[in-house]
């Protein structure tokens, strides 16, 4: 449903979600074919606490020893136990029919992130606080690749490019001030949790279009 990415560098790796369901599986085996041990992956870095996002996390935790970094507020989304208020109930709804259908377990954030942050992983990544998809939402920054990793901010399918579907934000009037924030930042690519080909370079025009930044989407 949704990607994970593991970010490898030097003899320490960090991985930026953990998925749903199947993902124990590609994980296990992405690492075996990087011969790497799983006590290599140091931290889980989550972009926001919705299920798809989490579903692993505990598990991955377990697995690795690795301490999971998140903004506060997503504590609640991984405990099951956020507020949802007016048609944001039904993200929740269906996140408990999932938590019973998948067992998914809850697990503690480690550390804390916030706006500016520098993280000292993949090179250095910045953390970028996008409330809007949820209050705690966050995206990861590399200046050394130009590469912006954005969370749930759209999905970018070749059939559907969107924004995140109403029922699923907390705080919807938050998205534009989030997208401007990406935009005065310019990554040159952008690489959404939700997509079909990994092509940061369309994922960035597409961004440009849904949130109507037309002076940037085509350079
Ligand atoms: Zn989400
Ligand atoms: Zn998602």
């Given at each position: ?126 953390v970028l ?68 080909f990994l ?21």
């Amino acid at each position: 449903m949704g990607c994970c990415f593991l970010l490898h560098d030097g003899d320490q790796s960090a991985m930026i979600d953990t998925g749903l369901v199947g993902e124990p599986f590609f994980i296990r085996r992405l690492f075996r074919r990087l011969n790497l041990a799983p006590q290599s992956l140091k931290a889980i870095l989550l972009t926001h606490g919705h299920l798809d996002h989490a579903g692993n996390l505990a598990w991955l935790k377990d697995w690795t020893g690795a301490k999971i970094y998140a903004h506060p507020i997503e504590q609640q989304h991984i405990n099951g136990t956020y507020p949802y208020q007016g048609i944001n109930r039904w993200c929740g709804r269906l996140e408990a029919a999932g938590r019973k259908v998948f067992g998914t377990r809850s697990a503690k954030i480690d550390e804390f992130i916030s706006d500016g942050q520098q993280l000292p992983f993949w090179g250095g990544l910045q953390v970028l606080h996008l409330p809007g998809h949820t209050l705690g939402h966050c995206g990861f920054y590399s200046a050394k690749h130009n590469l912006l990793f954005s969370g749930d901010m759209m999905a970018s399918y070749f059939f559907n490019a969107h924004r995140p579907w109403p029922i699923l934000n907390s705080a919807p009037e938050q998205l534009n001030v989030s997208a401007e924030k990406i935009h005065s930042l310019k990554p040159r690519w952008i690489v959404p949790c939700h997509f079909d080909f990994l092509d940061g370079d369309l994922h960035r025009r597409r961004f440009a279009k849904l949130f109507g930044f037309a002076d940037w989407g085509n350079k």
